[in-house]
């Protein structure tokens, strides 16, 4: 069974997993989570999920996690993994069809590279805002920002494909998908004016089916987002 309603401190644990399922243990919004549930949708892997909430974790759940983060992945042996591009690559890898990471060696570690590139700009979706919030000037932050954008952009130039791996989506998409799908929410959207392939493979990314099963509308995740920043994050918004 799936839980959509956030599980909390003093909720019953759950029972095992279904023979030829596997478990992914979430939160609705959380961009770290959403890689998963990608990678769990576009390779067609049957899967159930529950939804933890992370300002009050589970007991049991910090048995399973003793992190508290979200994804973590668990299959009907009881193993247990969790962070979520480890959670991602060991999905591929255990469930071969449609491949989203590339069989080269060296396209894999390009690949991996950009994926760090990628992860160290992602404190920039929460510190321009927060600074915002607190009325600090952010401008130079933004134009930080802007050009890592711009050389995402001049990747894509380069490589002249439509997405990051080729011409089809590739792992290194869903990786970094949920931070674009967030840029409104963030009041961001105008860091991609200059980057017009960049600005392209968002919107070939909205019509991804896996993009479009996880995905939220703007007003959700702009309620959740301000129920975060106030202190009192709404993880069942909209149920």
């Known amino acids: 069974m799936s839980a959509e309603k956030c599980l909390a401190k003093g909720s019953a644990a759950p029972g095992p997993v279904p023979k030829g399922y596997i478990r992914v243990y979430s939160m609705r919004f959380c961009p770290f989570a959403q890689r998963a549930r990608l990678v769990l949708k576009a390779k067609g892997i049957k899967h159930e999920i529950i939804n933890v909430h992370l300002a009050d974790k589970p007991e049991w759940y910090l048995k399973k996690n003793p992190f508290g983060i979200v994804p973590t992945l668990e299959t009907p042996a009881g193993e247990v993994i969790y962070e979520s591009p480890i959670t991602c ?49 952010v401008s130079g932050l933004e134009a930080e920002l802007k050009e890592k954008l711009s050389k995402l952009n001049e990747d894509l130039v380069n490589k002249k494909t439509k997405f990051f791996g080729g011409d089809s989506i590739t792992m290194i998409d869903y990786m970094m998908w949920p931070w674009f799908e967030r840029l409104e929410v963030f009041e961001l959207q105008h860091c991609l004016d200059g980057t017009p392939e960049l600005k392209m493979w968002t919107e070939r990314m909205l019509e991804d089916p896996a993009v479009k099963a996880t995905i939220h509308s703007i007003d959700a995740h702009k309620a959740f987002f301000k129920s975060y920043v106030e202190g009192k994050p709404d993880y069942d918004y909209g149920l």
Do not use: C, H, T
Not at 105 to 116: D, N, S, T, V
């Open 89 to 137: 690559e060991y999905l591929d890898e255990v469930y071969p069809e449609k491949q989203l990471l590339p069989s080269s060696p060296f396209a894999k570690a390009q690949q991996r590279m950009m994926l760090e590139y990628f992860s160290k700009m992602i404190g920039y979706f929460y510190r321009i805002p927060s600074g915002r919030k607190n009325g600090q000037d």
